[in-house]
């Protein structure tokens, strides 16, 4: 069974970068690829975006397309996801979804993003 | 971008007694393979969500078959035969037929 770990939790400041790291253990990521979702506190879902490890396909939301990079290493076992121009309504829960289709769908624990002067 | 809206938004049930959430979508979700991406995932307290069902109606492994999808087009139901405590949480439905994925907002389960 696949499990995915996330890197710890990060504060920052208005207009600065973060980079969070999710790690595939026990198989790769799968062709399905991976998503990105977050969740500000007491907020529901939103999709971020979502790669494909082995044909390098991306797709962004249009609200952080201009902002956001998600990349693979090229074993297809961590994904990263970076968020340029921190401003405080990305203040939210970042997770890392490995999609597996009719196999599963595995979530990281979580990596809380605090941005904040 | 397809709208999900859920319904209700909060769902109080007794234990033992059965709960239904409704989610719609603004268009269909029937794509051209003829696979329909409506997935529903369960987020209890303090933890990452986890998918219950997927493709409308399919269970994944480890979830109780107390747990049940259904419909079709825009129209889906997660149903719940018998409330169990563990169950308290909020619920998500998903639609994956159409860029970008959208998520419900999301139903709030607890106990009377």
């Known amino acids: 069974q696949v499990q995915l770990v996330q890197s710890g939790p990060e504060v920052k400041k208005p207009g600065a970068s973060v980079k969070v790291s999710c790690k595939a253990s026990?198989?790769?990521?799968?062709?399905?690829?991976i998503h990105w979702v977050r969740q500000a506190p007491g907020q529901g879902l939103e999709w971020m975006g979502w790669i494909s490890p082995y044909n390098g396909n991306i797709k962004y939301a249009q609200k952080v397309q201009d902002r956001v990079t998600m990349i693979t290493d090229t074993f297809a076992t961590t994904a990263y996801m970076e968020l340029r121009s921190l401003r405080s309504d990305d203040t939210a829960v970042y997770y890392c979804?490995?999609?597996?289709?009719?196999?599963?769908?595995?979530w990281g624990q979580g990596t809380l993003v605090t941005v904040s002067s | 971008d397809v709208v999900m809206t859920q319904s209700p938004l909060s769902l109080p049930v007794t234990l033992g007694q059965p709960a239904s959430i409704s989610c719609r979508s603004s268009?269909?979700?029937?794509?051209?393979?003829?696979?329909?991406?409506l997935n529903w995932f369960q987020q209890r307290p303090g933890q990452s969500p986890r998918r219950l069902i997927y493709?409308?109606?399919n269970r994944d492994s480890g979830v109780p078959d107390r747990f049940s999808g259904s419909g079709s087009g825009t129209d889906f139901t997660l149903k719940i035969s018998r409330v169990e405590a563990e169950d308290v949480g909020v619920y998500y439905c998903?639609?994956?037929?159409?860029?970008?994925?959208?998520f419900g907002g999301g139903t709030k389960v607890e106990i009377k």
């Open positions: 493709k409308v109606s």
């Open positions: 979804v490995g999609d597996y289709s009719d196999s599963g769908s595995y």
């Open positions: 026990g198989d790769t990521f799968s062709d399905n690829g």
């Open positions: 268009q269909s979700l029937l794509s051209s393979n003829g696979d329909t991406y």
């Open positions: 998903m639609q994956g037929t159409h860029w970008p994925l959208t």
